[in-house]
């Protein structure tokens, strides 16, 4: 690199010869001749561009941004942890409310026996019109449906699944059926190759909506009633 003597001598020569001069300082020239006007010029020249530092300088930001980006990603990894660690949580509450249901019926059914037993002993008759009696009967058949509807149902035949690609008509305002198809992969693969040849409609050149619906037909033996 030039460093700055050097490059004030070589601006001196520069102006000697300029004034039509041969640029000899050891034999013709006053020492330091020309100096003056190097000086000024010097002073007119942008400072010296330190490269080292700047490579420093580069270097030391990529540090602090990979560091940022460290970061970052751990923070990342800990709210997906969180995040996955609620969804097993709601989907373990999801299977225990699944797995509970039949002892959930039996309490219900029998708080509906201890409630009929009370009524029983009572001096009153429903048919006298007793308020509290007509209450508690209601309650009662609130209960039944309930013992009923937790019940596990009794699978009769295994469920049968069928799949079908839908288009939303926008001038119709609704979801228009295609043809019914016996496997996702097949409704999946008609998605594609739909969506593939039009994209958009030919009118207005807006998107095309699609879905594909699952139609699931179940057959459950209706379950005998509790409390009666």
Known sequence: MTDQPTL????????????????????????????DHADAVLAVLPARVDRASDVDRLQARVLELEAELATVRDLLRAENKRA????????????????????WAAVLAEVGQMVRKEIRDCGYR????????????????????????????????????????????PSAGQWMPAGTLTTKPEAERRLALAAERAPKWRDDGTDVRRRIVRTTVTYTVEPEEVGR
């Open 8 to 35: 004030r001598d070589r601006i001196r020569r520069a102006i000697c010869e300029a004034s039509g001069f041969t640029w000899l300082p050891d034999e013709l020239m006053e020492p330091d001749e020309y100096g």
């Open 84 to 103: 996955n660690d609620a969804i097993d949580r709601e989907d373990a509450a999801e299977q225990a409310a699944l797995e509970s249901p039949a002892d």
């Open 126 to 169: 429903q048919e006298d019109g007793c308020d509290f009696c007509n209450g508690v009967t209601t309650v009662l058949e609130k209960i039944r449906r309930m013992a009923d509807e937790a019940q596990q149902p009794e699978e009769a035949w295994p469920s049968e699944s069928q799949w079908r690609v839908e288009i939303y008509d």
